[in-house]
Protein backbone atom coordinates (compact mmCIF):
# COMPACT_ATOMS: atom_id res chain seq x y z
CA UNK A 1 0.00 0.00 0.00
CA UNK A 2 2.95 2.17 0.73
CA UNK A 3 4.53 1.93 -2.38
CA UNK A 4 1.26 2.69 -4.46
CA UNK A 5 0.68 5.49 -2.29
CA UNK A 6 4.29 6.46 -3.41
CA UNK A 7 3.26 6.02 -7.14
CA UNK A 8 0.03 7.86 -6.84
CA UNK A 9 1.94 11.14 -5.15
CA UNK A 10 4.10 11.11 -7.85
CA UNK A 11 1.53 10.88 -10.57
CA UNK A 12 0.33 13.73 -8.58
CA UNK A 13 3.25 15.71 -8.52
CA UNK A 14 4.51 15.15 -12.16
CA UNK A 15 1.21 16.47 -13.25
CA UNK A 16 1.81 19.47 -10.87
CA UNK A 17 5.19 20.15 -12.34
CA UNK A 18 3.13 20.00 -16.12
CA UNK A 19 0.33 22.88 -14.86
CA UNK A 20 2.79 25.36 -13.22
CA UNK A 21 5.00 25.18 -16.39
CA UNK A 22 1.82 26.52 -18.37
CA UNK A 23 0.05 28.36 -15.55
CA UNK A 24 3.08 29.04 -13.22
CA UNK A 25 3.34 27.84 -9.23
CA UNK A 26 1.01 30.88 -7.82
CA UNK A 27 -1.79 29.89 -11.10
CA UNK A 28 -1.14 25.91 -9.09
CA UNK A 29 -4.07 24.97 -6.73
CA UNK A 30 -5.85 22.13 -5.10
CA UNK A 31 -8.59 22.98 -7.28
CA UNK A 32 -7.16 23.23 -10.79
CA UNK A 33 -4.94 20.07 -10.22
CA UNK A 34 -7.29 18.15 -8.74
CA UNK A 35 -9.64 18.61 -12.15
CA UNK A 36 -6.74 18.08 -14.37
CA UNK A 37 -6.35 14.78 -12.36
CA UNK A 38 -10.04 14.00 -12.14
CA UNK A 39 -9.96 13.75 -8.42
CA UNK A 40 -11.73 15.28 -5.46
CA UNK A 41 -10.30 18.35 -3.90
CA UNK A 42 -10.38 15.97 -0.35
CA UNK A 43 -8.50 13.34 -2.20
CA UNK A 44 -5.42 15.82 -2.74
CA UNK A 45 -5.93 17.24 0.62
CA UNK A 46 -4.88 13.82 2.17
CA UNK A 47 -1.31 14.49 0.15
CA UNK A 48 -1.19 18.02 0.68
CA UNK A 49 -2.37 20.34 3.40
CA UNK A 50 -1.92 23.77 1.76
CA UNK A 51 -0.96 25.52 -1.58
CA UNK A 52 1.97 26.38 -0.18
CA UNK A 53 2.96 22.78 1.12
CA UNK A 54 1.73 21.66 -2.78
CA UNK A 55 3.84 24.53 -4.28
CA UNK A 56 6.93 22.99 -2.27
CA UNK A 57 6.44 19.30 -3.27
CA UNK A 58 6.19 20.74 -6.99
CA UNK A 59 9.53 22.15 -7.00
CA UNK A 60 10.90 19.35 -5.00
CA UNK A 61 9.40 16.74 -7.70
CA UNK A 62 11.00 19.62 -10.77
CA UNK A 63 14.00 19.74 -9.10
CA UNK A 64 14.16 15.63 -9.26
CA UNK A 65 13.39 15.21 -12.93
CA UNK A 66 15.81 17.96 -13.37
CA UNK A 67 18.87 16.52 -11.97
CA UNK A 68 17.81 13.04 -13.01
CA UNK A 69 17.65 14.39 -16.74
CA UNK A 70 19.89 17.40 -17.28
CA UNK A 71 22.05 16.77 -14.20
CA UNK A 72 23.22 13.27 -13.69
CA UNK A 73 24.41 13.01 -17.31
CA UNK A 74 26.66 16.08 -16.95
CA UNK A 75 28.33 13.70 -13.80
CA UNK A 76 28.75 10.72 -15.84
CA UNK A 77 30.61 12.96 -18.44
CA UNK A 78 34.67 12.94 -18.51
CA UNK A 79 35.15 15.73 -16.24
CA UNK A 80 36.30 19.64 -17.47
CA UNK A 81 34.83 21.02 -20.67
CA UNK A 82 32.93 16.92 -21.34
CA UNK A 83 30.44 17.99 -18.63
CA UNK A 84 30.33 21.66 -19.78
CA UNK A 85 29.32 20.26 -23.09
CA UNK A 86 27.30 17.35 -21.66
CA UNK A 87 25.16 19.68 -19.38
CA UNK A 88 23.96 22.13 -22.06
CA UNK A 89 23.65 19.21 -24.58
CA UNK A 90 21.26 17.17 -21.49
CA UNK A 91 19.48 20.30 -21.09
CA UNK A 92 19.02 20.77 -24.69
CA UNK A 93 17.22 17.45 -25.22
CA UNK A 94 14.91 17.98 -21.65
CA UNK A 95 13.71 20.94 -24.04
CA UNK A 96 13.61 18.30 -27.08
CA UNK A 97 11.77 15.81 -25.82
CA UNK A 98 8.71 17.96 -24.46
CA UNK A 99 9.13 17.09 -20.79
CA UNK A 100 7.11 19.63 -20.33
CA UNK A 101 4.85 22.13 -22.19
CA UNK A 102 6.03 25.34 -21.06
CA UNK A 103 9.25 24.27 -21.64
CA UNK A 104 12.01 23.93 -18.36
CA UNK A 105 10.05 24.39 -15.00
CA UNK A 106 13.17 26.32 -13.23
CA UNK A 107 13.49 29.17 -16.22
CA UNK A 108 9.44 30.19 -15.42
CA UNK A 109 9.41 29.37 -11.75
CA UNK A 110 12.88 31.86 -11.50
CA UNK A 111 11.03 34.67 -13.00
CA UNK A 112 7.97 34.36 -11.26
CA UNK A 113 8.90 34.15 -7.97
CA UNK A 114 11.86 36.59 -8.05
CA UNK A 115 10.11 39.48 -6.55
CA UNK A 116 8.03 37.47 -3.97
CA UNK A 117 9.26 36.31 -0.90
CA UNK A 118 8.63 33.29 1.47
CA UNK A 119 9.70 29.27 1.74
CA UNK A 120 8.68 28.73 -2.19
CA UNK A 121 10.97 31.69 -3.63
CA UNK A 122 13.60 30.37 -1.40
CA UNK A 123 13.00 26.71 -2.51
CA UNK A 124 13.46 27.77 -6.41
CA UNK A 125 16.32 30.30 -5.91
CA UNK A 126 18.26 27.32 -3.70
CA UNK A 127 18.02 25.30 -6.84
CA UNK A 128 19.19 28.03 -8.88
CA UNK A 129 22.25 28.63 -7.19
CA UNK A 130 23.19 24.87 -6.79
CA UNK A 131 22.80 24.31 -10.26
CA UNK A 132 24.94 27.74 -11.36
CA UNK A 133 27.45 26.15 -8.23
CA UNK A 134 27.42 22.65 -10.27
CA UNK A 135 28.29 24.53 -13.82
CA UNK A 136 31.62 26.05 -12.02
CA UNK A 137 32.72 23.43 -10.59
CA UNK A 138 32.82 21.63 -14.19
CA UNK A 139 34.28 24.83 -15.35
CA UNK A 140 37.01 24.47 -12.56
CA UNK A 141 37.77 21.23 -13.33
CA UNK A 142 38.11 22.31 -17.35
CA UNK A 143 40.21 25.25 -16.07
CA UNK A 144 42.86 22.69 -13.68
CA UNK A 145 42.64 20.30 -16.27
CA UNK A 146 44.37 22.73 -18.54
CA UNK A 147 41.21 22.32 -20.77
CA UNK A 148 40.68 25.91 -20.76
CA UNK A 149 43.09 28.50 -19.91
CA UNK A 150 43.89 29.69 -16.31
CA UNK A 151 42.59 33.11 -17.41
CA UNK A 152 39.29 31.31 -17.12
CA UNK A 153 36.74 32.69 -14.45
CA UNK A 154 34.61 29.39 -13.40
CA UNK A 155 32.27 32.05 -12.15
CA UNK A 156 31.88 33.96 -15.32
CA UNK A 157 31.55 30.98 -17.66
CA UNK A 158 29.07 29.66 -15.52
CA UNK A 159 27.15 32.87 -15.89
CA UNK A 160 27.88 32.42 -19.69
CA UNK A 161 26.35 29.16 -19.59
CA UNK A 162 23.33 29.93 -17.62
CA UNK A 163 22.43 32.80 -20.01
CA UNK A 164 22.75 30.41 -23.50
CA UNK A 165 20.55 27.87 -21.20
CA UNK A 166 17.65 30.26 -20.56
CA UNK A 167 17.83 32.15 -23.76
CA UNK A 168 17.72 28.71 -25.32
CA UNK A 169 14.36 27.76 -23.22
CA UNK A 170 12.88 31.37 -24.20
CA UNK A 171 13.29 30.89 -27.64
CA UNK A 172 12.40 27.42 -28.31
CA UNK A 173 9.05 27.98 -26.07
CA UNK A 174 8.43 31.57 -27.80
CA UNK A 175 8.66 29.73 -31.33
CA UNK A 176 8.56 25.87 -31.04
CA UNK A 177 11.64 25.58 -33.36
CA UNK A 178 13.98 22.89 -33.11
CA UNK A 179 16.67 24.82 -34.67
CA UNK A 180 17.03 26.96 -31.61
CA UNK A 181 18.32 23.70 -29.96
CA UNK A 182 20.77 23.04 -32.43
CA UNK A 183 22.40 26.60 -32.12
CA UNK A 184 22.43 26.46 -28.23
CA UNK A 185 24.82 23.41 -28.85
CA UNK A 186 26.47 25.26 -31.43
CA UNK A 187 27.25 27.98 -28.95
CA UNK A 188 28.65 26.38 -26.02
CA UNK A 189 31.05 24.43 -28.33
CA UNK A 190 32.30 27.60 -30.28
CA UNK A 191 32.72 29.41 -26.82
CA UNK A 192 34.49 26.52 -25.21
CA UNK A 193 36.98 25.81 -28.15
CA UNK A 194 35.23 22.53 -29.04
CA UNK A 195 34.85 21.85 -32.65
CA UNK A 196 31.20 20.76 -34.12
CA UNK A 197 29.63 18.02 -36.37
CA UNK A 198 27.06 19.48 -37.72
CA UNK A 199 24.37 21.67 -35.92
CA UNK A 200 24.55 21.39 -32.15
CA UNK A 201 26.60 18.12 -31.75
CA UNK A 202 30.59 17.65 -31.37
Known sequence: MRADGHRRRQAILREAVTLSTVDGLEGLSIGNL????????????????????LQLATVDEAARIFRQEVIEPALRAPAGVGQ????????????????FPGGCF???????????????????????????????????????????????????????IMGVILATNAGFVLGGDDGVLDVAGQVVRRRLGVATDGPGRA
Open 34 to 53: AKALAMSKSGLYAHFGSKEE
Open 84 to 99: LVAVCDAFVEHLRRRT
Open 106 to 160: FAGAVLEMGSRSGPVKEAVAAFQQGLVQQIGEFAGAAIAGGELPVTEDPGQLAFE
